[in-house]
């Protein structure tokens, strides 16, 4: 498998930042960082920045379809923590 395949599988099965998805496959966290790179390059990925700033509107603003941001945790993982 390459480590093109690997990283997107492991990506979008389980998600993570680099140091994880890095840690799961067993590839070097600059390589996947650089698969990362060149995938949201390409439009095959969205990777979330620090704070996200996705752009994406909350509050009043966030539109009637959609559920909230997939990344964030949800509010029973936050309680629990």
């Known amino acids: 498998m390459s480590a093109w395949t690997a990283v997107l599988d492991d ?13 799961r496959i067993g590839l070097p ?7 990362l ?3 949201e390059r390409l439009g095959v990925v969205a ?10 509107p909350t509050g009043p603003d966030l539109p009637k379809g959609c ?11 936050r309680a629990s923590a």
């Open 47 to 56: 990777v979330a920045g620090a704070g996200c700033a996705s752009g994406c």
């Open 11 to 23: 990506v979008r099965a389980r998600g993570g930042t680099p140091a994880q998805v890095a840690a």
């Open 67 to 77: 559920t909230g941001c997939p990344i964030a945790p949800s509010a029973k993982a």
């Open 37 to 39: 790179d060149h995938a």
């Open 29 to 35: 966290e600059s390589l996947v960082r650089a698969v």
